[in-house]
């Protein structure tokens, strides 16, 4: 990091005068890329929801570590959610109710389950709220390690397998009469989505992780005209509002997830206009 320290001292920026900042904007450089790939997979699946509930199912796992005394409550997260994800591709593919149906049956239970949990003996709510606003300022070297190993690992899963993935999401039948295993694509897409989701809202927020999961895909394909420029707006609409949005929450004062998904609606709306003008 202390390389990464010095060459941001180069450039003389007040918001970048501080370590924490330094951090936080390393953070938000890895998580570009991350959200804006995975967005890309989350619209073209129609799983705009399943992020959401995903968060919720993470709280609930943040609640049970509390509760048993854990250090790192973050770890039960994040293999609640893995569990979460596992169930929901096993009964997504065992029942004809459709997805939106099956999401919402789940994120109202692990939402109720959490809350229980999180207020049982009378305890206090307040003590979670970090998680439902985010702090990304609070971000660790070691946490930006882990960060990174994520990216590295879904850049490989997005390299190798994003054309299965799509056929997969698009078209589950012809991707099957083609010998691709869906339900096993389907379930490490989901996997994938809930490491990513439980790990970034402790930064970014329950309450606005979806933004970033739907609004830079949404946004690209408003202008995008082939799938190589809807991958690309995606990220750098992704990289834009997150180095936008931390600078502009350093000088207000204001939540950075909060900020990130405003400057993400904002690309929508504008992308919106284009594209009805193009029309």
Partial sequence: MSVWYAFLD??????????????????VLLMAPLFGILSTMVVTGKMSFFSDALGHSGFTGIAIGVLCGSAFPICWAVLLAVAFALLFSFVRRR??????????VFSSTAVA???FIATMNGSSFTKFNRYLIGDILSVSSG??????????????LWVFASNRLVLTAVHPQLASSRGIPVGGYETLFTVSIAVVVTL?????GLMVINSLLVLPAASARNVARNLRQYHLFSFLFALFAGVAGLVTSYYLGSSTG?????????????????RKCRG
């Avoid at 029942?95 to 919402?104: L, P, V």
């Fill in 113 to 115: 389950l959490g809350i």
């Fill in 95 to 104: 029942t004809s109710h459709a997805s939106e149906t099956i999401i919402s």
């Fill in 200 to 204: 970034a809202m402790n930064w970014v």
């Fill in 10 to 27: 180069l450039f003389s920026m007040p918001w970048l005068s501080m370590d924490f900042m330094k951090n936080a904007f390393l953070a």
């Fill in 258 to 274: 909060a900020v990130i998904s405003l400057y993400l609606a904002l690309c929508f709306a504008v992308t919106f206009c284009l």
């Fill in 143 to 156: 946490e930006i390690g882990l960060l990174a190993i994520v990216l590295v690992l879904v850049l490989v």
